[in-house]
């Protein structure tokens, strides 16, 4: 079994800031490619940025300049720090993490069970 488990969502001011973890543990050989989605109400859930084993990141339009992803390989955790929040970047926000459970075994993803954000004044 593989969980990822997400923390740091909450309530901040527009402008304000959070930094959101997801640690991934369990039956786990290798982690290639992290990353981190969100769904507003009525939407898709969509890519926020996602970041490979080497630490090549990538970033939707809507978070460059404001997000940064990071990881830490030997405690197989995944962070965003946010600024410069806006309203609009109220959502669910999920991890997601593409990896082996064992040597013979292909990659497969797995979520975890998601962390709200709202950006309200």
């Known amino acids: 079994q593989v969980q990822l488990v997400e923390s740091g969502g909450g309530l901040v001011q527009p402008g304000g800031s959070l930094r959101l973890s997801c640690a991934a543990s369990?039956?786990?050989?290798?982690?290639?490619?992290m990353g981190w989605y969100r769904q507003a109400p009525g939407k898709q859930r969509e890519l926020v940025a996602d970041i490979t084993f080497g630490g090549t990141t990538n970033y939707a339009d809507s978070a460059k300049g404001r997000f940064t992803i990071s990881r830490d390989n030997a405690k197989n955790t995944v962070y965003l720090q946010m600024n410069s929040l806006k309203p609009e970047d109220t959502a669910v926000y999920y991890c997601?993490?593409?990896?082996?459970?064992?040597?013979?075994?292909?990659?497969?993803?797995?979520w975890g069970q998601g962390t709200q954000v709202t950006v309200s004044s």
């Open positions: 369990g039956s786990i050989f290798s982690i290639n490619a």
């Open positions: 997601n993490a593409h990896l082996r459970q064992r040597i013979t075994t292909p990659t497969s993803i797995h």
